[in-house]
Structure formats: structure tokens, C-alpha cells
């Protein structure tokens, strides 16, 4: 199984930079991913780890480290519209499957104020 | 371009009451198909897991219940519906075949048993 823990809540000034962490335990690692969910509204999907290191897009960067059970989510010059839920999710690797299930983590909830 | 479809968007149904919810996708063949649950301000719950026709994996014991009778047909139903069972339900896909094989859920349905 997998434990996906992250802070519940975070609070931010807009133009800031906020950082998100997320530690996890799991038996058979294939993936960390980071999803946004605005309130009302389904996951859509933001970025992707598999290796140790930084991946950047635009002002989202994530960086993983495995051997810690550890990634973040940068948001850099942030904006009214980041305000919503940012969750971790991990896909493990499984014999039976083919690729992997993916857990979800409680997300965190960014608030970004004027 | 791949698409995935999800219906009702809400529901309110009475405890003790049948459930069907379904979920299909366009555009891909041979998806990974998820049911997830997600309460009021919580993560997302994984319920079933199908990686083909006829194979589900059900992750948490309840009395809900998953079929694939196609490939690309998601279907997750319920003989009796509990209060418990209120939440909003998203399906998912992924490609298990591509480099990244991200998550792409539907727009959800926000179930209230009442």
C-alpha cells in the first residue's frame, strides 16, 4: 500500500511562491504525479516525476527525490486564479498490472490572497 | 483527440435506491479506467481499477460495485444506496502504453443520497 501525506492548507500572496511538499511510502514506485482541482471541478493533471530531479513548466516546477520518499510543487508568481486544491498522487508498480494504479493524496489547499 | 464522457452530473437519490453511473471513453483503445470517490474536502478515494474487459480490481470494500463491458465503457453501480455513499465520483483514464500515462477524468457526478 502507499501513505501520501501533504499539508492541508497553505496561504499565499499573490506574486509569491508557494511550496508544496509531499512525502510518500509505497512498496513499488513508478511515478509521482501533481494534479490541481479547482472547487467543483475534476483533477487536470500538471506535471510528472519518475527520476530524481527538477522538472519545470512554466512558473510549476516539481522535484522528486525517491531514496527520500519526497517531492514538491513550486508555484512561482502567483496568481488569483492558483487558489485550489493541489493533490500528489503516486503510482506504484504492480506484477499483475501492466503500469500501475494510482493513489491520491488528501491534496492541499492553496489560498492566494490579493 | 481522446475524450472521455461521464453522466449524470448531479444526482440526488433516495437510501436505499439502485445506482448507475456511467463513464466512457473516445478516441484511445485499451485505456486504464478508474472510479474514484472524493468526500467533501478530501482526497480523491480509489473504488475500482480495470486495466481490460472483465477485469476490475476493487480497492475498498463497500457496497458498490464496477463493470467494463466494453473497452472503453466504465460502469459503476450500486443494489442499495447508503447515506455514506453521498460524494462526487470521478472517472478516469490513462494510456498505459505512453511515457507519462497520466490520469484524464471526466467532469464527475455529484451524488447526494438523502
Known sequence: GQNIDQPTEMTATEGAIVQINCTYQTSGFNGLFWYQQHAGEAPTFLSYNVLDGLEEKGRFSSFLSRSKGYSYLLLKELQMKDSASYLCAVRDRRKADSWGKLQFGAGTQVVVTP | ?114
Open chain 2, 1 to 114: 483527440s481522446q475524450t472521455i464522457h461521464q453522466w449524470p452530473a448531479t444526482l440526488v437519490q433516495p437510501v436505499g435506491s439502485p445506482l448507475s453511473l456511467e463513464c466512457t471513453v473516445e478516441g484511445t483503445s485499451n485505456p486504464n479506467l478508474y472510479w474514484y470517490r472524493q468526500a467533501a474536502g478530501r482526497g480523491l478515494q480509489l473504488l475500482f481499477y480495470s486495466v481490460g474487459i472483465g477485469q476490475i480490481s476493487s480497492e475498498v470494500p463497500q457496497n458498490l460495485s464496477a463493470s467494463r463491458p466494453q473497452d472503453r465503457q466504465f460502469i459503476l453501480s450500486s443494489k442499495k444506496l447508503l447515506l455514506s455513499d453521498s460524494g462526487f465520483y470521478l472517472c478516469a483514464w490513462s494510456d498505459p502504453g505512453a511515457r507519462v500515462s497520466e490520469a484524464f477524468f471526466g467532469q464527475g457526478t455529484r451524488l447526494t443520497v438523502v
